[in-house]
């Protein structure tokens, strides 16, 4: 199992040096990603419902402090040799396609082949307002046009677009990605993000606590991904194409924590109990697993996930 540190962009992590520490010692601690959210902006007043919790309502809805997620990507790769970046994820219509492109073809050659773009269509329709998108009701569509022009941007050499909301001609776009592409991983839990993963992804990558399609246990996974295997089976394309990752959003608990339906919910336990988890997730097809940890400042999350490194990492 590859592990990733969910780190946002608020609280403790509002300087270069916070950053810094964090990046580094994840990976020396021998994490494989780092996964940054993506909100460019924060409106003051938001009435649009949060999808990943029971009551609908954002916890990080009352802190308008969050760096902008490219820019914090390129820093992170440049703070470090080895380890991963993605975006978790990357609100794909709040950005102009081309220049979205250059931007993730440039970390990529610079850091060596190591920027993960994980790719979501958005939900707080305030802040598609304040960014002037394409219209927010559009945004699947959008979404979906994006990422078909910046795959031929980063595979074409003659690089030709033509669709409702996206299109491009008469390019020279260089430098590609070192491989010719840069992984998509598709965020979202719903058919329809299921249907986009088959189509233009390359990993599903849904997260746990979504009310409305929930899989906060291996079982209610293994009964999403086969139905994304469905569909997969249906567009002629072989399932087994498909990468299978998945964010954990509650932090890690080394005491017991009630879940939805269950007597103890993943990620919390003894070491022993949290290494289960991560098995019966290898078990169902997840090679690549984004957690996050309890922390005030950087030190204290440098501690969490060398504990994690320690106390779990080697029982699997």
């Known amino acids: ?30 994490y494989d990603f780092l996964s940054v959210s993506d909100h460019v902006i924060v409106p003051q007043e938001q009435n649009s419902p949060y999808p990943y919790s029971e009551d609908a309502s954002w916890a990080g809805g009352g802190s308008g402090f969050c760096f902008e997620a490219m820019t914090a990507m390129t820093f992170l790769v440049a703070c ?57 009701p559009d945004r699947g569509q959008v979404t979906d046009e994006f990422i078909e022009g910046m795959k031929r941007l980063w595979s074409d050499d003659d690089p030709r677009y033509s669709g409702d909301f996206v299109a491009f001609s008469n390019v020279l776009f260089y430098p590609k990605p070192l491989s010719g592409r840069i992984p998509i991983w598709v965020g979202g839990e719903s058919n329809i993000a ?13 997260g746990n606590n979504n009310p409305k399609w929930r899989v906060d246990t291996p079982e209610r996974l293994k009964v999403r991904i086969d139905r994304l295997h469905g569909f997969a089976e249906a567009e002629q394309r072989d399932p087994t194409s498909i990468g299978l990752a998945y964010v954990w959003f ?34 169902v097809g997840v090679t690549d697993t984004s957690i996050g940890f309890a922390a005030r400042d950087a030190s204290q999350l440098c501690d969490a996930m060398q504990r994690f490194s320690e106390d779990v990492m080697p029982l699997l």
Request: proline share 7%.
């Open 1 to 30: 199992m590859n592990f990733g540190v969910n780190l946002f962009p608020r609280d403790m992590l509002k300087t270069g040096e916070a950053y810094r520490s964090v990046a580094r010692a994840a990976e020396a601690l021998g």
């Open 80 to 136: 470090t040799e080895r380890i991963k970046v993605l975006s978790s994820v990357a609100v794909v219509p709040q950005r102009p396609v081309v220049l979205t492109a250059k931007i993730l073809s440039s970390m990529d050659v610079l850091s060596n082949g190591r920027v993960l773009f994980g790719v979501g269509t958005g939900w707080l329709r305030e802040e598609f307002d304040i960014m002037e998108t394409p219209p927010f």
């Open 194 to 206: 299921l249907r986009r993963t088959v189509r233009l992804g390359d990993v599903w990558f849904p």
């Open 250 to 283: 509650y932090p890690v608990s080394y005491e017991p924590v009630p879940g939805f339906d269950t007597h103890r919910r993943m990620f919390s336990g003894s070491p022993d109990d949290i290494a289960a988890d991560v098995a019966a997730l290898r078990e």
